[in-house]
């Protein structure tokens, strides 16, 4: 399965637009997490585990939603984040298809090949990944290269090591034997001490777990609380989310009887 070439083209410039909305001017984005709740997404990360599914693309009362799975390395995260904003842009819509759940992000089908490019596209775009090699790679030449350099476009376009050269494959800047050479080099030295090597962004590494639900629903969840909309065990288990309890946060007490959908029905109903 292949994409045309002006489906691609609109891709592109549908990433363009979207860094250009977020005001990137570095090659890569400082904060995706920051830069995707700017343009209108609500953004939601929990760490759900390491074998869970990745992220969700979701619009839920005229809402726009991602998840992404924080029990990932940041650089992956950041890829999730990206390929959801993807399918927002491309392929969701109010009328249409409300919502994509992603268990991977194999190229399953044309909208998941359409997101992975459209993320591919948005991190590291293909006149920026020029300009690095051009300005910050001296122009080295590409048979000089070694896994410190993938390392410094990885800390650059804050993208993982294994995406930066797929992405470099598809620019046609690596070839097969050279991108052989580098995986093989990241195994033999892995991503976290080249990185150190160039003093670069190890946290890329890393899994942040990071606890982020939008502000709005903490307040609507304890307004519900205090409107008596919802127990008090619906209060707790939607705070325990962000490793908050009752007492840390001011409510009025009595307990209500009935229910209402929380996060936690929500994120039950993706699995
Ligand atoms: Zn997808």
């Known amino acids: 399965m292949r994409m045309n070439k002006s489906r691609q083209l609109a891709i592109e410039k549908l990433a363009d637009n979207v860094?250009?909305?977020?005001?990137?001017?570095?090659?890569?984005?400082?904060?995706?997490?920051?830069?995707?709740?700017?343009i209108g997404y609500r953004v939601i990360r929990y760490p759900i585990g390491i074998d869970a599914f990745l992220g969700f693309a979701l619009i839920k009362d005229s809402e726009r939603i991602i998840f992404s799975n924080s029990s990932l390395i940041l650089s992956r995260e950041i890829f999730s984040i990206a390929h959801e904003i993807?399918?927002?842009?491309?392929?969701?819509s109010e009328q249409g298809l409300t919502m994509i759940k992603d268990v991977d992000f194999s190229d399953r089908d044309v909208s998941e090949i359409e997101a992975n490019y459209f993320a591919a596209c948005l991190l590291m775009p293909r006149e920026k990944v020029a300009k690095f090699i051009r300005h910050?790679?001296?122009?080295?030449?590409?048979?000089?290269w070694?896994?410190?350099?993938?390392?410094?476009?990885?800390?650059?376009?804050n993208v993982?090591?294994?995406?930066?050269?797929?992405?470099?494959?598809?620019?046609?800047?690596?070839?097969?034997?050279?991108?052989?050479?580098?995986?093989?080099?990241?195994?033999?030295?892995?991503?976290?001490?080249?990185?150190?090597?160039?003093?670069?962004?190890?946290?890329?590494?890393?899994?942040?777990?990071?606890?982020?639900?939008?502000?709005?629903?903490?307040e609507w969840v304890i307004s519900n609380y205090n409107e008596?909309?919802?127990?008090?065990?619906?209060?707790?288990?939607?705070?325990?989310?962000?490793?908050?309890?009752?007492?840390?946060?001011?409510?009025?007490?009595?307990?209500?009887?009935?229910?209402?959908?929380?996060?936690?029905?929500?994120?039950r109903r993706m699995d």
């Open 86 to 92: 993807g399918h927002q842009k491309l392929h969701l």
């Open 19 to 38: 860094r250009d909305e977020c005001k990137v001017t570095d090659y890569g984005f400082q904060n995706i997490f920051e830069a995707a709740e700017k």
């Open 160 to 218: 993982s090591y294994d995406m930066a050269l797929i992405r470099l494959k598809a620019l046609d800047i690596l070839d097969d034997t050279l991108m052989d050479w580098l995986k093989f080099e990241k195994l033999e030295k892995t991503a976290t001490r080249l990185l150190n090597a160039i003093n670069g962004n190890i946290d890329l590494c890393k899994s942040t777990e990071a606890k982020k639900l939008p502000a709005e629903y903490l």
């Open 146 to 157: 070694s896994g410190l350099n993938i390392a410094r476009i990885q800390t650059a376009f």
């Open 228 to 267: 008596k909309l919802i127990p008090i065990n619906s209060l707790k288990s939607a705070l325990e989310y962000v490793d908050l309890e009752v007492e840390d946060i001011e409510v009025l007490s009595e307990e209500p009887e009935e229910e209402d959908e929380g996060f936690e029905d929500l994120l």
């Open 136 to 144: 910050e790679l001296k122009n080295k030449s590409i048979g000089k």
